[in-house]
């Protein structure tokens, strides 16, 4: 049994999220993990969870928000879309959940079609000691960031909110 830590961010820059978005791991049997809450502060949320080594995982993840929000997920310190060191930035490669909407991210993403699947391991056999970088060996990071709510006037800048350029009908 060894420990993993979970944060989930929420973005300032876009206004707090407080619980509008759950995020939860899940092994492959359908157990969801036990969190041990650490601390809240500025948004961010740290949590503990126990976990067995040789169990895959998926993250959950549920938006609770009337509008999309963009995920930036990194284990190990790695983004899983990209695979490059991950400072949960709003620049970085993520996923989007549409309102009220879910998302399951099992693995990190190889190609459009494949994935290579999480699993709870031992420092030597991990994605970071891979990479050589073991600063946030443990660790599942979620960054969310809310769409930034607009007014098609100033979107497009006409009154009548115009269709942007390639969007004609």
Same mark, same amino acid.
């Given at each position: /049994?060894? %420990?993993? !830590?979970? #944060? ?6 876009? =206004? ?52 999309? /929000?963009? %995920?930036? !997920?990194? #284990? ?6 990209? =695979? ?86």
């Amino acid at each position: /049994v060894i %420990l993993a !830590i979970v #944060v989930c961010t929420a973005s300032a820059w876009a =206004g707090g999220v407080g619980d509008a978005m759950e995020v939860r791991i899940v092994t492959d049997d359908g157990r969801m993990l036990p969190t041990y809450p650490v601390k809240m502060r500025h948004g961010v949320r740290k949590v503990y969870a126990e976990v067995i080594k040789g169990d895959h995982y998926r993250i959950e993840v549920k938006n609770r928000l009337n509008r999309r /929000v963009g %995920l930036v !997920i990194a #284990v190990d310190g790695r983004n899983i879309i990209s =695979g490059t060191k991950s400072w949960l930035k709003n620049n970085e490669r993520m996923y989007i959940l549409e309102p009220y909407g879910s998302g399951e991210f099992a693995g990190w993403r190889t190609t459009q079609d494949r994935i290579n699947r999480f699993y709870f391991t031992d420092v030597p056999d991990s994605y970071a000691a891979a990479f050589g970088d073991e600063s946030a060996m443990g660790v599942i990071a979620v960054a969310v960031y809310p769409q930034v709510q607009r007014d098609r006037k100033s979107a497009s800048g006409l009154s009548g909110g115009s269709p942007l350029p390639g969007r004609e009908k």
